[in-house]
């Protein structure tokens, strides 16, 4: 069965600490990564899609990165309001009908 | 330029009650996902909807819980005679006609249902 594993599962950085979110993968063909962000109380927010290994995609302070077992979210010189919950998804070739959600990571940025 | 909207907020029902949750999804799509997501955990699939048509209820328990999308309206998820269990946040997702590269799925804010 297609699987995610996110690690680790807290992280806590100070303000401008770099570092970076690991999400591992199974799956029968990937059709697609996907890189969500959650605060308390409130739906995924997206981030990212990501299609095929060696693919980038950036936004502001972060970056995802894929490879074909596994995907990365690094995050440049972070601060308090990147806090959150990072939740990675899976989505395959064979049955694109569901999303697989990781347990998520989640990130807490101090001042 | 509205979002997915899922409504109520907040649920709260007693044993043996039943607990309706709704979902709009956002303008243009119409694929739906209903996920379930428990306290520290990851979302959970339930099921994928198209207009008038379930495609996949896998993620869905098989008594209790069913799920619609009319033609016109909402998609709901119904859960019949809840239990203690069945308190967790409900997502909704939608997503534009898949085929595309473009499955991407955007959430709702969510329901949160407590059962007594």
Redesign the interface.
């Known amino acids: 069965e297609d699987q995610?594993t996110q690690s680790p599962e807290a992280l806590r950085l100070q303000e401008g600490e770099s570092s970076s979110l690991n999400c591992s993968y199974t799956v029968s063909g990937l059709?697609?990564l996907?890189w969500?962000r959650q605060d308390p109380?409130?739906?995924?927010?997206?981030l990212f899609?990501l299609?095929s290994a060696g693919e980038e995609k950036e936004k502001e302070r972060l970056k995802a990165t894929l490879t074909k077992k596994e995907s990365f979210l690094h995050i440049t010189a972070p601060k308090p309001e990147d806090s959150a919950t990072y939740?990675c998804?899976v989505?395959g070739s064979y049955n694109?009908?569901?999303?697989?959600?990781?347990?998520?990571t989640k990130l807490n940025v101090k001042p | 330029n509205a979002g997915?909207m899922?409504n109520p907020r907040h649920l709260v029902r007693r044993r043996g009650q039943e607990a309706r949750l709704r979902c709009s999804p956002m303008k243009g799509h119409s694929h739906v996902?209903w996920?379930r997501q428990l306290p520290?955990?990851?979302?959970?699939?339930m099921v994928?909807l198209q207009k008038e048509n379930i495609?996949?209820e896998?993620?869905m328990p098989k008594e209790r819980f069913s799920a619609e999308f009319p033609k016109e309206g909402p998609s709901i998820l119904r859960i019949q005679q809840v239990v203690r269990g069945d308190s967790a946040a409900y997502?909704c997702a939608s997503s534009p006609q898949?085929g595309l590269?473009t499955?991407?799925?955007?959430?709702?804010?969510?329901t949160?249902l407590t059962v007594l």
């Open positions: 995610v059709r697609g996907f969500y109380g409130k739906g995924p927010e997206f899609t299609y939740l998804a989505q694109f009908n569901k999303f697989y959600f990781g347990s998520g | 997915v899922q996902y996920y520290e955990e990851g979302l959970k699939f994928y495609i996949d896998s993620g997502f898949s590269r499955d991407t799925q955007y959430f709702g804010p969510g949160r």
